[in-house]
């Protein structure tokens, strides 16, 4: 057993929102995640949650058709407050209370995000969903994950994937590729291991932040995570 996490950011990739559809949002997958992050929430821990939106839109695969990037981002971030909202209903049809703030003002539909007020909410037992990524192109909502989880003084952050933790090689394409338990930032940059983009781990590890990747389509992961059972992979210091 390991810690028992009290503040956690939880970065939800759009990906995972998609489930097995190749586009868009799977209500039923949705419906899950709300489900697992009440039973978290009943627990006394306090969660944020960071939605990625690559399920709807993606600046650099649209840039990259020749799309301005910067045009191209800003729609990607919109894209992620579609998911944040639908996550928000999902939560809060099942009785979890929740705000969701968004980097970009859209004031008809969210709060805007102010740091004192999105602890503030967490420390009532509310769901903060940050919308809208950092507000800034060129970045990607697993750097937000990581600048706010800072800001608002996570002590972890979760990242919530379609695989139960890191390889040393495609598990999909090797089947005896081994999963790390654990890693550290500085292995993670040096191979390039896919957990987070660089510019996120540079984040996490200046500011001694812990990385838990997981499966999140394993019933109850997210709970056994916030009880420090020792599930995936783990990148620290
Ligand atoms: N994005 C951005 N700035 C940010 C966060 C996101 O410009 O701070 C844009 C970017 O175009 C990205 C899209 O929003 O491709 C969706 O986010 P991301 O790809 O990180 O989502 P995920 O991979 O988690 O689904």
Not at 97 to 108: D, K
Not at 191 to 196: A, G, I, K, T
Request: glycine share 10%; net charge neutral; proline share 3%.
């Amino acid at each position: 057993m390991g810690t028992n996490y009290r503040r956690v950011l939880l970065k939800v990739s759009g990906e995972a929102l998609m489930g097995n559809m190749g586009y868009g949002i799977d209500p039923e997958v949705v419906k899950e995640i709300a489900q697992e992050v009440a039973e978290v929430i009943a627990t006394g821990a306090q969660i944020a949650i960071v939605v990625g939106g690559g399920n709807i839109f993606r600046g650099v695969k649209a840039a990259s058709a020749g799309m301005d990037r910067a045009t191209a981002d800003y729609i990607g971030m919109i894209a992620t407050v579609m998911n944040a909202m639908t996550l928000q209903d999902s939560l809060e049809r099942i009785g979890v209370q929740t705000r969701v703030q968004t980097a970009i003002a859209m004031q008809e539909l969210a709060e805007p995000y102010i740091r004192r007020r999105a602890i503030r909410h967490l420390e009532k037992g509310r769901v903060v969903i940050f919308g809208a990524g950092s507000g800034n192109p060129f970045f990607t909502t697993d750097t937000t994950a990581a600048l706010r989880a800072a800001e608002i003084d996570a002590e972890v952050i979760f990242k919530a994937t379609k695989v139960d933790g890191v390889y040393d090689a495609d598990p999909h394409v090797y089947p005896n590729a081994k999963r790390f338990t654990s890693l550290t930032y500085a292995h993670v940059l040096a191979q390039d291991l896919r957990v987070m983009d660089s510019t996120a781990i540079a984040l996490c590890k200046e500011n001694n932040i812990p990385i838990l990747v997981f499966d999140l389509s394993v019933r109850g992961n997210i709970h056994r995570a916030v009880m420090g059972e020792s599930i995936g992979t783990l990148v620290g210091g």
